[in-house]
């Protein structure tokens, strides 16, 4: 009987070795488990990580380099056409830090209505078509042609431009759609000054003369709320007409001048 039970015991022997071999199997799963969540967990923080440089260089473009901005009015035309989206150059004018900036619940989260010129690349010149902060309402962005640039004296004599004494060349890239001449002490859009643009301020004016609200009614635009120069249509709505002719095709890509 003891023989026949030590055999008993002999033979759970290899019951016991079989039940201790499953637990590295049990062990197995469970470390192929834990793995799993690791790369479940890598590959989430892969994407988060990209978003937020994809996020942090959008911002950084858009503050430092360049800017996309519509056209919504038509106080440009011909030069630019309501619906035209347009590529503004943070560089043209030298790289700019933002100053006296404002969080806020929108995209960007970051305001700024200033901006200080770290490096100098040129000042702006009479022609180039500038966005800014509209003095009367900082929380918007106008753009207009410079006309008068410090020190320029600027006057408007029945509708015709006078820059120190001398008729501004305009025909090629504005257009005046009203014949009728307001007198100046009535209305100053045809007939204005002589003024003198003051230092580190510019004279804008809208291609659009007749329909424009430029300089000639609210003053100057200080170089340090100047946002940028436009120089590229990139894409153009119409919206208008037959379906075909909703988007301009002809003015993609064409430089602004």
């Not at 499953?22 to 967990?41: F, I, N, R, Y």
């Not at 056409?81 to 969080?103: A, F, N, R």
């Not at 300089?215 to 153009?236: D, M, P, Q, T």
Request: with cysteine.
């Amino acid at each position: 009987m003891s023989a026949d039970r030590d055999q008993t015991d002999a033979d759970k022997v290899p019951g016991s070795s079989g039940t201790r071999q499953e637990a590295p199997l049990s062990g197995a799963k469970m470390s192929g488990h834990s793995a799993d969540q690791t790369g479940h967990k890598s590959v989430i923080r892969e994407y988060a990580e990209a978003i937020i440089v994809a996020v942090v260089l959008a911002f950084a473009i858009r503050v430092f380099v360049v800017q996309a901005f519509k056209i919504p009015s038509g106080s440009m035309i011909p030069t630019l056409l309501i619906g035209d989206h347009i590529l503004v150059s943070k560089l043209s004018y030298g790289m700019q830090w933002p100053t006296d900036c404002e969080l806020q619940w929108n995209v960007p989260p970051v305001n700024c209505y200033t901006s200080t010129t770290l490096i100098e690349f040129g000042k702006p010149q009479r022609g180039d078509i500038i966005v800014f902060r509209f003095p009367e309402d900082e929380e918007k962005d106008f753009i207009k042609r410079i006309v008068g640039t410090p020190g320029d004296t600027v006057e408007v004599r029945n509708k015709v431009v006078f820059v120190n004494g001398q008729p501004l060349d305009d025909k090629a890239f504005t257009q005046r759609i009203d014949p009728g001449i307001i007198d100046g002490t009535i209305n100053p859009r045809d007939n204005f000054g002589p003024v003198t643009v003051p230092e580190e301020s510019y004279f804008v004016m809208g291609d659009n003369r007749d329909q424009s609200l430029d300089s000639r009614f609210w003053g100057y635009v200080r170089e340090e709320k100047i946002r940028g120069k436009a120089f590229r249509i990139y894409w153009s709505w119409s919206g208008q007409g037959a379906w075909a002719d909703w988007v301009r095709w002809d003015r993609f890509g064409k430089a602004i001048q």
